[in-house]
């Protein structure tokens, strides 16, 4: 492609890129198997290995549409940050937050890119589509694997995990039966005292 079939906004594409570069900083609530915080974006990362990982298993959904989902999934947190779980509350419109959040991020980008990118995610939230229920419930797995796996601050409650997501991961099979072995990992943890078993990490 020469420089005269170069599109003009490609100042504005390399802006949003890195805007988009703070999730690399955003932390959350788990933390990886040395004790290091863990950012959104790594939780994103493994997000989409698990997506290649398992994507064979359910032939009947759209490999690219999941990738992209989760891709998109926790982008808003580039804005805002990200609030744990369990400390969360139904007077923050957590979705309010993230639409206005991702709505800023995606501004300046060519007006069909970021109406597809918002698409994405409004999608993602409603959780309505088949690729949508799956990565909704592959993204409580991602964070609970990460919960089982990390060397946690002393304290961590573990127990609180054998009921999160469950509406999300109790909507596909899969997703279902996975569940069942993070949650034996977790209980064990729990029992433990919080101290990593090797064999289930």
Do not use: C
């Not at 990200?82 to 959040?101: F, T, Y």
């Amino acid at each position: 492609m020469t420089n005269s079939h170069l599109p003009n906004d490609l100042g504005s594409r390399l802006a949003f890129l890195q805007r988009a570069e703070a999730l690399k900083d955003t932390l959350r609530s788990a933390r990886t198997s040395s004790g290091r915080p863990e950012s959104t974006a790594e939780h994103t990362w493994r997000l989409l290995l698990w997506v290649e990982v398992l994507a064979d298993l359910v032939p009947e959904l759209d490999r690219l549409k999941l990738m992209r989902l989760a891709l998109i999934h926790d982008l808003p947190e580039a804005v805002s940050g990200d609030i744990p779980a369990p400390l969360q509350r139904p007077d923050q419109d957590k979705s309010g937050v993230e639409r206005r959040d991702l709505a800023d991020l995606t501004q300046n980008l060519p007006s069909q890119q970021g109406a597809d990118i918002q698409a994405l995610w409004e999608e993602y939230e409603a959780a309505q589509s088949p690729e949508a229920v799956f990565i909704k419930g592959l993204d409580k797995l991602e964070t609970i694997a990460q919960h089982n796996q990390g060397a946690n601050l002393q304290g961590f409650d573990y127990r609180f995990n054998l009921d999160y997501g469950r509406t999300a991961t109790d909507r596909h099979p899969l997703i279902a039966r996975l569940r069942e072995a993070l949650d034996a990992q977790t209980l064990a943890r729990a029992n433990a005292g919080g101290q990593t078993n090797e064999a289930d990490a």
